[in-house]
């Protein structure tokens, strides 16, 4: 796939109206694969839009950006100005420091003792209050860069924070989260209230996804039939994973919507974990 102007999904409330769009809130995810951006009308309190754009895998930021311009002057948003704007990085350079151990001065260091960073990423760390560490990632600067200049008050945050704030702070107390990607996936162990397990596994097959599960399940001391596992991301119910790993995982389902947000009609097709992390972003 190239770059262009014909989303994947476009899905937009008829409530938008672009000369509303100072009190909207957008959330847009950045993958090395594509990326896709939501919008909230923060009076109303409702979700109002969702669009996708799957791109060349390895895509540069050049790419990225002209189709999110392109996929913003479609609509009329081009120059428009925002309540706020939230940059979702989701690449999979990132590591978990914990809050005792973490000085803003290493943050290179820590990203690697694992990873080998492109030539041309930036690193910076983000506060998980609720998981009480920080977040470090890296990600290309030349993007940052411009995105700081088309919204020099935009937030940057990564898609693993925001899936493990949400893990944090549910109403479940001990459970596992899991957030799939095409080829990947980011799992998050919660045990009696606190974080307990974080890593990135990549498969190629739905036995890959079973194995990785299972394993660090096991490796973390938690029985399949007794621990509640909740998905979210690119996952459908009646797909092979899902019907696979449900024969070893009681508690096996996709993420349901906490419904502290509206969500337009116009979203009633799209499945709720699709936008699962920009729904959290907008919260």
Same mark, same amino acid.
Request: a negative charge; hydrophobic letters at 40%.
């Given at each position: 796939?190239?770059?262009?102007?014909?989303?994947?999904?476009?899905?937009?409330?008829?409530?938008?109206?672009?000369?509303?769009s100072?009190?909207?809130?957008?959330?847009?995810?950045?993958?090395?694969?594509?990326?896709?951006f939501?919008?909230?009308?923060?009076?109303?309190?409702?979700?109002?839009?969702?669009?996708?754009?799957?791109?060349?895998?390895?895509?540069?930021?050049?790419?990225?950006? #002209?189709?999110?311009?392109?996929?913003?002057?479609?609509?009329?948003?081009?120059?428009?100005?925002?309540?706020?704007?939230?940059?979702?990085? %989701?690449? #999979?350079?990132?590591?978990?420091?914990?809050?005792?151990?973490?000085?803003?001065?290493?943050?290179?260091?820590?990203?690697?003792?694992?990873?080998?960073?492109?030539?041309?990423?930036?690193?910076?760390?983000?506060?998980?209050?609720?998981?009480?560490?920080?977040n470090?990632?890296? /990600?290309?600067k030349?993007?940052?860069?411009?995105?700081?200049?088309? /919204?020099?008050?935009?937030?940057?945050?990564?898609?693993?924070?925001l899936?493990?704030?949400?893990?944090m702070?549910?109403?479940?107390?001990?459970?596992?989260?899991?957030?799939?990607?095409?080829?990947?996936?980011?799992?998050?162990?919660?045990?009696?209230?606190k974080?307990?397990?974080?890593?990135?596994?990549?498969?190629?097959?739905?036995?890959?996804?079973?194995?990785?599960?299972?394993?660090?399940?096991?490796?973390?001391?938690?029985?399949?039939?007794?621990?509640?596992?909740?998905?979210?991301?690119?996952?459908?119910?009646?797909?092979?994973?899902?019907?696979?790993?449900?024969?070893?995982?009681?508690?096996?389902?996709?993420?349901? %919507?906490?419904?502290?947000?509206?969500?337009?009609?116009?979203?009633?097709n799209?499945?709720?974990?699709?936008?699962?992390?920009?729904?959290?972003?907008?919260?």
């Open positions: 796939m190239t770059a262009s102007s014909n989303p994947i999904i476009s899905q937009f409330g008829g409530e938008f109206d672009v000369e509303k100072s009190q909207y809130r957008m959330a847009i995810q950045f993958s090395l694969d594509g990326l896709s939501a919008l909230l009308d923060a009076q109303a309190q409702r979700l109002i839009a969702y669009e996708g754009h799957p791109l060349q895998p390895s895509s540069d930021s050049s790419t990225l950006l #002209r189709t999110l311009d392109k996929a913003l002057d479609s609509k009329g948003l081009s120059g428009k100005d925002f309540d706020s704007v939230t940059c979702i990085v %989701d690449e #999979r350079i990132c590591a978990l420091v914990p809050e005792p151990l973490f000085d803003d001065a290493d943050k290179v260091k820590y990203l690697e003792f694992a990873f080998q960073i492109p030539n041309g990423y930036t690193t910076q760390a983000e506060e998980l209050p609720s998981a009480q560490c920080h470090v990632f890296a /990600w290309s030349a993007l940052q860069d411009k995105l700081l200049a088309k /919204w020099p008050k935009a937030k940057i945050t990564h898609s693993s924070s899936l493990i704030e949400s893990a702070q549910s109403e479940t107390g001990t459970g596992i989260f899991i957030n799939v990607r095409r080829r990947d996936f980011d799992m998050v162990i919660k045990k009696d209230g974080l307990f397990f974080f890593n990135n596994f990549k498969f190629n097959t739905k036995e890959d996804f079973a194995y990785f599960l299972l394993f660090a399940m096991e490796q973390n001391g938690f029985a399949g039939q007794d621990t509640p596992v909740r998905l979210s991301g690119l996952i459908q119910p009646d797909s092979e994973i899902m019907t696979l790993c449900g024969h070893y995982v009681k508690d096996f389902r996709i993420v349901e %919507d906490p419904h502290k947000l509206k969500v337009s009609e116009a979203l009633g799209v499945p709720f974990q699709h936008y699962f992390i920009h729904y959290q972003a907008l919260r």
